[in-house]
């Protein structure tokens, strides 16, 4: 349940202050529902989102290293 709390407060951030959608991904990979996460790391990718620096280094997302998308959008963005 904590992780869903944080969805919800991440999100409401994300909408009020237009910031970057990171740190949701990031609970749904913890949270093991890897395709809520790719959803927004695709979205904010194909959108010209700028915060995924991290996003071959990032803890959360091992559970993703192994899928197609994940490995697709990570040599798109060079990392």
């Known amino acids: 349940e904590f992780w869903r709390k944080q969805i919800e407060v991440r999100r409401t951030q ?3 202050y237009s910031t970057c959608p990171y740190e949701i991904a990031t609970r749904y990979a913890l949270l093991d529902e890897k395709a809520e996460a790719l ?40 990392l």
């Open 14 to 16: 994300t909408i009020k």
């Open 39 to 78: 959803k927004i790391i695709e979205e904010n990718f194909l959108y010209g989102g700028t915060c995924w620096n991290a996003l071959a280094v990032e803890p959360a997302f091992d559970s993703l290293r192994d899928e197609p998308l994940y490995r697709e959008i990570l040599r798109k963005l060079n």
